[in-house]
């Protein structure tokens, strides 16, 4: 099992930008997908960004797509999302995730997960 840590979150006003980090504990850190979920109050977890093990594929929603970057570093077994031009509705805890294919989009295909990092876009 692997210890993800998620690091980044804060408050930020719309416009900004915010760089989260996750640090992964373990040695098999690039044989697996990694990816960036989030959830905000009352509704349910969701698909943010996904890479893949080498970090040539990602994937992202819709909803992101041409605002946020993922991106990783093996060398350092960290995952990153970089989050540009952010809106009231980003806000939400982002987690980071483990799993085996960045093209699976669901977090019940994701094994272990992060505490989550809190962060709030203000109007």
């Known amino acids: 099992q692997v210890q993800l840590v998620e690091s980044g979150g804060g408050l930020v006003q719309a416009g900004g930008s915010l760089r989260l980090s996750c640090a992964a504990s373990g040695r098999t850190f690039s044989s697996y997908a990694m990816g960036w979920f989030r959830q905000a109050p009352g509704k349910e977890r969701e698909f943010v960004a996904t890479?893949?093990?080498?970090?040539?594929?990602?994937y992202y929603a819709d909803s992101v797509k041409g605002r946020f970057t993922i991106s990783r570093d093996n060398y350092k077994n960290t995952v990153y999302l970089q989050m540009n031009s952010l809106k009231p509705e980003d806000t939400a805890v982002y987690y980071c995730?483990?799993?085996?294919?960045?093209?699976?989009?669901?977090?019940?295909?994701?094994?272990?997960w992060g505490q989550g990092t809190q962060v709030t876009v203000s109007s």
């Open positions: 890479i893949n093990w080498s970090g040539i594929s990602t």
């Open positions: 995730a483990r799993g085996r294919y960045a093209s699976r989009m669901s977090a019940a295909e994701y094994e272990d």
